[in-house]
């Protein structure tokens, strides 16, 4: 069994305790890994490493660090399907997934920050005859990374990227449940000539060494993707030593079908926000606000897709969903699907475990529940959505504005004012009209109200990762 290590100052490390955590691969339920259980002595020797490696890698010339981010890029991709399978073996999602997006967009991000790197420029203000103000934009010095499951190598390297590429040397942790893509990354940075020590990657637990990375007085800024109960932990720690946090937090999103928008289009693209990745995405819609008028109609046409849906093991081409992250994970659908059944919902579709190894749920649906009801209020993560039906546009923006998040929402509509009107009506930081999860990394990213602080994406993520210092100058 393959037992994966830390990596520290450019090199693979055992923990400095010898303590292993178990990965289990969700396909199968079964071990696949040992990785380490960090604890603060590694944690130590990351920031000494990151230290050392500032003064090389911030005065290193923007270009350089351009082109080795660029050749990461390329590495990423020249090993494609090594990446992929081991994404799709961590996670338990589709082999093709991994492979369509998943790595592909993990070297975009790589991509992306080297190519913004160049192109990003300080601000500069003139006051006629009277002063000049600039405004430098600094690396901070050491910033933590810390990311969740569902999207591994993806979410990990959308933090670490700009981090990077601002000049900042990054202690990064990817979840304990899914290390490997986070884990192999390290010999790829060594190939493509990124100095030691600048980017450190620690395995273990999150309330272990992901909450010491939060707490060392070494880490400047904290950049954390996650559940909202964790963001609030990781912000109030981070509190303390008042140090720049960003939160990328949950949802509960709502996705709302008006009487005019084209319904086949409406239909195979909420079937694909509901269920991609097993429903594992931040920005799945959960919650199908349908007007009523249609409501019997995209029910039928809804459902019908629905039963298309194969669910199997993720090696396989044929499966549409793969398996749940963890056994964990799978009770706590499962027990929000018997929630609903007890708040009086319907299961109109699915609604339980799929009796092989591994762990693996029914595309599951829902209807006849309060929009105030814990199943529509509670962020579930898995293969579970809700339809209901709204009477008028007023009603739609009140139940798609219920819940505490305000992470995405998306709205199928052919009149062009609505689409406006409801858009800017809606507490949500991502808003998609007739489509879904379409992204241009340029635009900012990340949610309202409980759904987290802050911005990534596009120049926000660089001036997150960077310290403004003002310049004045008399004329
Ligand atoms: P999580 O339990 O909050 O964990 C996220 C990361 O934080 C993991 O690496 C975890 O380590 C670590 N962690 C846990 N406790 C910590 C602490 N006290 N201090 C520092 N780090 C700590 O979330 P998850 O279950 O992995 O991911 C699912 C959640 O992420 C969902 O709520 C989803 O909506 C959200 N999400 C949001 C976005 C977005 O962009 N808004 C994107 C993707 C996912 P361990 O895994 O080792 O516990």
């Not at 003064?55 to 494609?80: F, Q, T």
């Not at 093709?96 to 500069?124: C, G, H, Q």
């Not at 499962?334 to 609903?340: F, I, M, N, P």
């Not at 009477?391 to 992470?407: F, P, V, W």
């Amino acid at each position: 069994m393959q037992k994966i290590q830390n990596f520290i100052n450019g090199e693979y490390v055992d923990p400095a305790e010898g303590q292993y955590i178990d990965n289990i691969e969700p396909g199968t339920g079964k071990v696949f890994a040992q990785i380490p259980n960090s604890t603060q002595e590694d944690l130590d020797q990351a920031v000494e490493a990151a230290k050392e490696a500032f003064s090389v890698w911030s005065a290193m010339s923007v270009d350089k660090r351009s082109k080795i981010m660029h050749k990461l890029a390329d590495l990423i991709e020249k090993n494609l399907d090594d990446y992929a399978l081991m994404e799709s073996r961590d996670n338990g999602k589709p082999l093709w997934l991994a492979k369509a997006v998943d790595i592909p967009r993990a070297s975009t991000n790589f991509r992306f920050y080297a190519s913004a790197i160049v192109n990003f420029s300080s601000e500069a203000q003139v006051s006629e005859g009277f002063m000049v103000n600039y405004t430098r934009r600094a690396p901070i010095g050491i910033v933590g990374c810390i990311s969740p499951w569902n999207l591994p190598l993806y979410l990990f390297s959308w933090k670490i990227a700009p981090a990077l590429a601002m000049g900042n040397c990054v202690i990064a942790k990817p979840s304990e449940l899914t290390p490997m893509t986070a884990f192999l990354l390290g010999k790829l940075a060594n190939e493509a000539g990124m100095p030691p020590g600048v980017l450190n990657i620690l395995h273990g637990e999150g309330k272990g060494i992901g909450q010491a990375i939060v707490e060392h007085e070494a880490t400047k800024a904290i950049s954390f993707t996650g559940g909202t109960t964790t963001g609030k932990i990781v912000g109030a720690t981070a509190a303390q030593q008042f140090k720049k946090v960003s939160l990328e937090l949950g949802g509960k999103n709502p996705n709302i079908i008006f009487a005019d928008c084209d319904l086949d289009e409406a239909v195979k693209t909420s079937v694909k926000s509901s269920f991609t990745n097993q429903g594992e995405i931040c920005l799945c819609g959960s919650r199908i606000l349908i007007e009523e008028s249609i409501y019997d109609e995209f029910k039928k046409r809804f459902l019908e897709e629905c039963k298309k849906i194969i669910v199997g093991d993720p090696m396989d081409a044929k499966s549409i969903m793969g398996a749940l992250v963890s056994s964990d994970h799978l009770d706590k659908v499962d027990s929000y699907v018997k929630l609903a059944q007890e708040e009086g919902g319907t299961i109109l579709h699915g609604g339980k475990r799929i009796d092989k190894e591994g762990f693996y749920y029914e595309p599951t649906v829902i209807e006849a529940l309060d929009a105030n009801c814990r199943t529509n209020q509670e962020e579930i993560f898995g293969p579970v959505v809700t339809l209901n039906p709204f009477k008028t546009e007023e009603d739609a923006i009140n139940i798609a504005n219920s819940t505490r998040y305000g992470l995405s929402c998306t709205i199928w509509t052919t009149d062009l004012k609505r689409a406006h009107r409801v858009s800017h009506a809606v507490q949500s930081g991502i808003i998609w009209v007739n489509c879904w999860l379409v992204r241009d990394l340029r635009t900012p990213f990340g949610g309202m109200k409980d759904s987290g602080i802050g911005r990534e994406g596009g120049n926000d993520a660089l001036r997150f990762f960077s310290e403004p210092q003002n310049v004045c100058i008399k004329l």
